[in-house]
């Protein structure tokens, strides 16, 4: 709602002002929306409790909605129309403009006639909604937009450490270990207590327990909810057991094969969230599982001591959860309240904040929310606010944490408000991956770029910032990178609030059979919705979808076969669509009459059979995002996709195989693009010739080149002006070939190629030069991978790079001997390389080869004999004026199939910092890969005794297979 009044001072005279004639109705309706913006805070809060009041907004909302509908109608139509004035040469621009002018007017005057009929009908809704607004009687408001405190959002708690459960952590242990000859052999147990009590947060404390984990040979999790689905859940159990579900849709299919993975196994199966009290729809799939060892558990978390009873668990076998203690409540509070504050204002606030955490009483999650929202506050008056809130007036538990979270809603800044109730959208236990969710919420303009700061970053601080409010939870984080979360889940009753923001708004059903009926009950003015198919093979597509017109986002989860069939009418029903996600659902072809869906912002048919994309698609003026992954069969992208000049995200990679090649001729005119994860090289200039990438310098993260095999002339490769790619940080270049080429100039293609300055990891592969070529000027390279250099004989002089700390060598064929040219020393130095040396007479000049190096790694290096150094002894360099230091940071040296290599460098071997060395055979890995090995290593290193012996002795982990 909030964004409502940011949108008309920002579009509404922008956009409108063009349109003749309505410019007393643009007044009225500004003014309007004024008069409703002042009480907007007190009608939220109190539409928690009151009915009616829940009523108007939506009302109200509907209207936003729907104004917001007409402006980006009107605001596209005259980008476009100024697009293709600007796209025509200046021979005969005159000519071609004042045909397209006149053809322009007329569907302008018929616009605009439309737009200013829709203005007029806006406002005669309006007025019936100020009116009403006036008998609730609401609170006036100061309105002012609240900043976000970025400074503070980068840091996350993970409140991992469980408060007060101790015991309870103990005894629920006890009971999954205990063997007892009394009783059934597969017992059940079940942790009861009201949602927001800490259930799940002990069961994965237990589930994640080194006891447990090596008591049961299999322990499986699976997160059940509403409804209660045979089907599901045994997918589930599969799935967490790493085994294939495909073409897997009947029960007893599935039973069958569950039957199969745990027989003659001790399990432990961890059912999460179940609200089933039909015991009949949980027999067969249970009966199923007593073919596991004696000793195998089911662990159960319910809000209902009734459910506990039905899924099998005697009275000695169900532990309800009390609350915490006044201490315990207290310590989980304050870790996150005071969080970076200093002692004097802990000393300050310890006083009123021991009075809010006792006010909790006792819930964890009521703890855990009011401690990350203060967590922000250090005026007392802040805090004497929570404390006072009227919300503790709440007396039935989980309504008063429902009520708690409103504080923590409420505090958040208005842009950041619809950002947390999209996720209502999502089914419960949803995994959020980051990025993905801040493309959704870009397509619904909840992000707007800001000066020096573009969408994706506020996206992520958005991000950032609901989590650090516990909005999220159980994050997965990047820690071999900058530790960033990556992806999260939310916890249910945080869902459950954020639904009760959205009702009538969001709704996600599963599709099992009973398809109408479900969606029939939810409201016709519904606006996002995820439809998830259990039984993709059989259940059809709910005509009922296309019912609702007024969807702004589809998203479907592995789509019914029927999916081509109804695809062409779904669109044209659903014309308000901003979001159209359709991953997985086995469609073939496109139908044209997408490119009518002009709000269309977000579009992913990714893992799709499509092998072309309509033209039309180049219509969509304000596409953000396209992804087409890991279509296999796709070969070619819209010849005039450059017309999407919005595009700010493209990924065409495929992940099933290397071979596939997509043209992807008019990328060079995508120059808002911020991703493209490939790049497909044809060679041709009709086509797609890396040149074309001159224009994409926004480019961010990572991008893979391919085909560059087939690039003829290597002045080409400086048209595509890499060095100004300055964002990227990941680049793959991969020498395949599509074509028998007379002359292979790999090595003159990778010498003219200019790196982006800031590039932290380089890949490339299938490289057919003779001369070990690397690029220059890359001094932040952290990572590297070289992969298939099937001709070279030496290795590039890799240890010149003073930022690297990973190197995988992996397939150069031809290599013999690795030595001092690899080290960056050159064949002329008189420097040993075998071993650190240092001058008697003078230590001022050190050499340092590799010098931040942790990581090293050799595979498939069949022809690899010496490694200088492995058999160098201690010579007397005393002589000489230069010490040299190799490798001083190495911690790990993995060397895969190389049977013909003799001997590890004593540089190596005498590391004081080296913690792993591996010298792996890997039979299984496929009958493509050369089975080795390395038996002269094996006989050197593994024994005491063995010659290399003594100066491996003292490496903590030495694995010889």
């Not at 708690?157 to 052999?185: C, F, H, N, W, Y």
């Not at 094969?257 to 003659?264: F, K, L």
């Amino acid at each position: 709602m909030e964004q409502l009044s940011l949108m008309f001072a920002q579009e509404v005279q922008q956009e409108v002002r063009l349109v003749v004639g309505v410019k007393n109705e643009v007044r009225k309706l500004t003014s309007n929306f004024q008069a409703i913006q002042v009480v907007l805070a007190d009608a939220e809060e109190r539409q928690l409790k009151d009915g009616s009041i829940k009523r108007w907004i939506d009302q109200l909302k509907g209207v936003s909605y729907d104004m917001d509908d007409v402006l980006d109608e009107w605001g596209t139509t005259i980008a476009k129309s100024q697009m293709k004035v600007n796209e025509h040469p200046r021979k005969t621009a005159r000519k071609v403009c004042s045909m397209i002018f006149s053809c322009l007017c007329f569907r302008e005057v018929g616009l605009r006639r439309d737009i200013a009929h829709k203005i007029k009908e806006l406002n005669e809704r309006i007025d019936g909604i100020v009116i009403e607004k006036d008998r609730f009687h609401f609170k006036s408001s100061e309105v002012g937009i609240k900043q976000l405190e970025h400074q503070k959002t980068t840091s996350i708690i993970d409140a991992t450490e469980i408060k007060g459960r101790e015991k309870d952590k103990d005894r629920v242990i006890e009971m999954l270990l205990s063997e007892s000859s009394q009783g059934p052999a597969l017992r059940t147990i079940s942790l009861v207590g009201m949602g927001g009590i800490g259930k799940t947060t002990l069961a994965k404390l237990v589930y994640n327990d080194h006891k447990v984990e090596t008591h049961f040979e299999k322990i499986i999790w699976v997160c059940v909810s509403d409804p209660f689905d045979e089907i599901t859940i045994a997918k589930a159990i599969l799935e967490d057991l790493k085994e294939s579900t495909q073409n897997l849709n009947t029960l007893q299919t599935l039973v069958t094969h569950v039957q199969d993975s745990i027989r003659g196994n001790k399990f432990l199966l961890v059912l999460d969230d179940v609200w089933n009290e039909d015991s009949t729809k949980w027999e067969q799939l249970k009966d199923s599982l007593k073919c596991g060892l004696s000793g195998s558990r089911i662990l159960v978390t319910t809000r209902k001591k009734n459910v506990a009873s039905r899924m099998g668990s005697s009275s000695a076998d169900i532990l309800e959860l009390g609350l915490l203690s006044t201490d315990e409540c207290w310590s989980l509070f304050s870790q996150l309240a005071f969080f970076e504050k200093n002692s004097r204002e802990r000393r300050d606030l310890e006083d009123i904040g021991r009075q809010i955490a006792a006010k909790c009483k006792g819930l964890p999650l009521a703890a855990k929310s009011l401690g990350s929202l203060l967590r922000f506050k250090s005026r007392i008056e802040e805090w004497e606010s929570v404390l006072n809130s009227h919300v503790w007036e709440t007396e039935e538990a989980e309504s008063k944490i429902l009520a708690l979270l409103w504080l923590s809603y409420n505090d958040l800044p208005f842009d950041m408000r619809p950002c947390f109730s999209y996720c209502a959208v999502f089914p419960k236990d949803f995994r959020f991956e980051r990025d993905t969710l801040i493309k959704l919420w870009m397509a619904q303009r909840f992000l707007r770029e800001a000066p020096n700061k573009e969408m994706e970053v506020i996206g992520r601080e958005c991000f950032e910032a609901l989590a650090a409010r516990s909005f999220f939870q159980d994050f997965e984080k990047d820690d071999e990178g900058d530790g960033s979360i990556y992806a999260c889940k939310m916890h249910d009753m945080v869902h459950d609030f954020a639904q009760s923001l959205t009702k009538n708004e969001c709704f996600s059903v599963d599709i099992d059979g009973a398809v109408e009926s479900k969606i029939d009950s939810f409201s016709r003015d519904a606006r996002h919705s995820m439809v998830v198919f259990r039984n993709y093979d059989t259940d059809p597509y709910p005509a009922t979808i296309h019912s609702f017109k007024k969807l702004r986002s589809l998203i479907v989860d592995d789509g019914p076969s029927s999916m081509n069939a109804v695809l062409p009418s779904l669109i044209a029903n659903l014309s308000c669509l901003r979001t159209l996600k359709l991953s997985g659902c086995g469609i073939e072809e496109v139908p044209s009459n997408i490119g009518k869906l002009i709000h269309l912002r977000h579009v992913d048919l990714s893992d799709n059979l499509i092998r072309e994309l309509p033209k039309e698609m180049c219509e969509l003026y304000n596409m953000l995002t396209l992804d087409v992954s890991d279509c296999e069969k796709l070969e070619r992208l819209p010849d005039n996709i450059g017309r999407l000049v919005k595009l700010r995200h493209l990924r065409v990679g495929n992940y099933w195989g290397d071979s596939l090649f997509v043209k992807m001729r008019g990328v060079e005119g995508l120059s808002s693009l911020r991703e493209l994860d490939e790049f497909h090289v044809s060679g041709s200039d009709e086509v797609s010739n890396i040149g074309d990438l001159r224009n994409l310098n926004h480019l961010q993260g990572s991008l893979m080149i391919r085909w560059l095999g087939d690039v003829k002339d290597s002045d080409e490769v400086k048209k595509a002006e890499l060095k100004s790619k300055k964002h990227l940080t990941y680049l793959g270049l991969i020498f395949e070939s599509r074509t028998d080429m007379e002359k292979i100039n790999d090595d003159e293609v990778l010498e003219a190629l200019e790196p982006p300055p800031n590039l932290e990891s380089l890949e490339i592969r299938d490289y057919q030069g003779i001369i070990p070529v690397f690029p220059s000027c890359i001094n932040k390279l952290r990572v590297v991978l070289l992969w298939n250099w099937r001709k070279v004989e030496n290795l590039p002089p890799l240890g010149k790079l003073p930022s690297l700390e990973e190197l995988t060598v992996r397939g150069m064929g031809c290599v013999g001997r690795v030595g001092r040219e690899f080290l960056g020393l050159g064949v002329d130095s008189d420097i040993s390389i075998g071993e650190m040396t240092s001058s008697s007479s003078s230590s001022s000049n050190t050499i340092i080869a590799f010098l931040k190096l942790k990581s090293l790694s050799f595979w498939e290096m069949g022809n690899w004999e010496e490694w200088e150094g492995g058999e160098g002894g201690n010579e007397d360099k005393t002589n000489i004026s230069i010490s040299t230091i190799i490798m001083p940071s190495l911690r790990s040296l993995r060397i895969w199939n190389c049977p013909k290599l003799k001997a590890l460098p004593d540089y190596v071997l005498q590391s004081t910092t080296l913690e792993q060395l591996e010298i792996i055979n890997c039979p299984n890995i496929g009958a493509q890969l050369t089975i080795g090995g390395s038996p002269i290593l094996e006989e050197q290193y593994l024994k005491e005794g063995g010659k290399g012996w003594p100066n491996a002795s003292h490496t903590p982990n030495i694995t010889i297979y």
